[in-house]
């Protein structure tokens, strides 16, 4: 998808529900309070057989310093340069206003194509607004109504030229493969090397943390709103980079505080947005604040991103601004180790999202996790394992009765997940179990992974075991009864 178009506009002109339908999910947040949008987010739109990615930008405001709304508007103004066209959006119920007649001035000078868009269009109420923007200079508008998918046909035919325009201009400057063809071999087509999935990431972590400067850092451009105010970033944002040669698709969440603390429908929907993407991503990157790591939020983060069966690392920010880095290290790793026993193990980075001191390390980190909840071990080294963990620590037997644990082997991967045939499972202590997951992760190497360990029947193992074999008469008189 070679063409990229921009949705533009005031705030709650209805930008992200329009933005939402042309990808066919419902990946921004929409709210009716205005300005729910501030960061881009970009989107594999489908119409009909065209296929092209869409942008979804904030809300347009009439600021120019560094404040929130300044910083804003900037980031949509540089989508646009960004974009090969532009979908300019204003309310038709409300008509022009004084900031659509500014906007629409800056967007003549900074896009090639802008195609004027009267959103919520449906009824008589907008009739008075579709013929005002005749005004604004960018040509016939096209009326829509992005919540009852009225004008998305129309809006295909005015894309239509765009999209195949870009498409055929990409195939011009593709670069021909060229093939040296000796006496008696045939040509052969060329294919490129199969390309792997991109590493899915999330980086979550309380407001204010950083997330967003560390991503940035590692894009190395400034593609995400950032600031000194708490909960800037809303939704989850999620883009796709090479960072240090790994294709990834790394999502940026809103920052997440305790239950107890959100109140607004608003806030509610930012963080159920990021949870999502904790249970969709592959490795959480927990951010930590060097000046409060440990919070009691924090804890509860990470160990929501365990229970999720995530692959877990910690990266402590703000590096930079410590003095006695060697103490707090060890202070940071002496809590680390108390207050989270269930990720001991995983990797604790110091890192820097404002200078990027440490992203190489946390690559690294990132890498490893990775590797390690990907891994399975042979059923083999698993069962010579666990006769030797037997011996040495034989499961109790409450009641009077023995525990038998007969073999194991691990049923998954992403994260290990493991499974042992014993007698009276219901009867096992917590205890049994966790001493074998700790033992697993020291000596099969699986440190800071979740593990997953579950104690089944022999009977589960075998449906037919405990029944009475049919005898020869037996046998005979039920194959007559069904003859009959």
Not at 13 to 21: A, E, P
Request: hydrophobic residues 40%.
């Amino acid at each position: 998808m070679s063409f990229t178009l921009a949705i533009v506009g005031r705030p709650n002109v209805g930008k992200s529900t329009l933005f939402n339908r042309l990808v066919g999910k419902r990946l921004a947040l929409v709210d009716d309070q205005p300005g729910v949008t501030r960061d881009l987010r970009e989107g594999a739109a489908r119409l009909g057989d065209l296929r092209f990615t869409v942008i979804d930008t904030a809300g347009l405001e009439d600021a120019t310093d560094e404040s929130l709304q300044g910083r804003m508007r900037r980031l949509t103004e540089r989508a646009v340069e960004m974009a090969d066209a532009c979908l300019f959006l204003i309310d038709a119920r409300a008509g022009v206003l004084p900031a659509d007649e500014i906007f629409a001035d800056i967007l003549r000078k900074k896009s090639a194509h802008v195609i004027l868009g009267a959103n919520k269009a449906e009824g008589r109420a907008a009739e008075a607004g579709l013929m005002e923007a005749y005004a604004l200079g960018l040509g016939e508008p096209l009326p829509l109504s992005a919540e009852h998918g009225e004008g998305i046909a129309e809006l295909s035919v005015r894309l239509r030229p765009l999209v195949e325009a870009a498409d055929e201009a990409a195939l011009a400057v593709e670069p021909e493969v060229e093939t040296e063809i000796e006496d008696g071999e045939e040509e052969v087509e060329y294919q490129a090397p199969t390309r792997s999935k991109p590493l899915q990431i999330a980086v979550v972590g309380r407001p204010n943390a950083g997330k967003s400067t560390l991503i940035n850092q590692i894009l190395g451009e400034d593609r995400l709103l950032t600031g000194p105010e708490a909960g800037i970033t809303r939704d989850a944002i999620s883009l796709n980079m090479d960072w240090n040669g790994t294709p990834m698709r790394i999502f940026d969440t809103a920052g997440m505080r305790k239950k107890a603390k959100v109140q607004e429908k608003l806030e509610k929907l930012s963080v159920s947005d990021g949870l999502r993407a904790v249970k969709f991503a592959e490795v959480v990157i927990v951010l930590l604040d060097v000046d409060i790591p440990f919070e009691q939020q924090d804890l509860r983060i990470a160990d929501l991103a365990e229970r999720e069966g995530r692959a877990v690392v910690l990266a402590v920010n703000k590096w930079d601004l410590e003095a006695e880095k060697q103490a707090k290290l060890r202070d940071l790793k002496e809590q680390f180790e108390r207050l989270l026993p269930q990720l001991r193990g995983a990797p604790l980075i110091t890192v820097s999202a404002l200078t990027g001191r440490g992203l190489d390390r946390l690559h690294e980190a990132v890498l490893r996790a990775h590797e390690v909840w990907n891994r399975r071990v042979p059923t083999s080294a698993l069962n010579r394992w666990l006769v030797g963990m037997l011996e040495q620590h034989p499961p109790p037997a409450p009641g009077g009765k023995r525990i038998k644990i007969r073999y194991m082997t691990q049923a998954k991967t992403r994260p290990p997940g493991f499974v042992c045939m014993c007698s009276h499972p219901d009867l096992l202590p917590a205890s049994y179990s966790r001493y074998l997951v700790n033992a697993l992760r020291v000596d099969f190497d699986m440190p800071g992974t979740p593990i997953r360990l579950h104690m089944r029947s022999q009977n589960e193992a075998n449906p037919f075991k405990g029944r009475k074999k049919a005898g020869p008469s037996k046998l005979r008189k039920h194959i007559d009864g069904r003859r009959d």
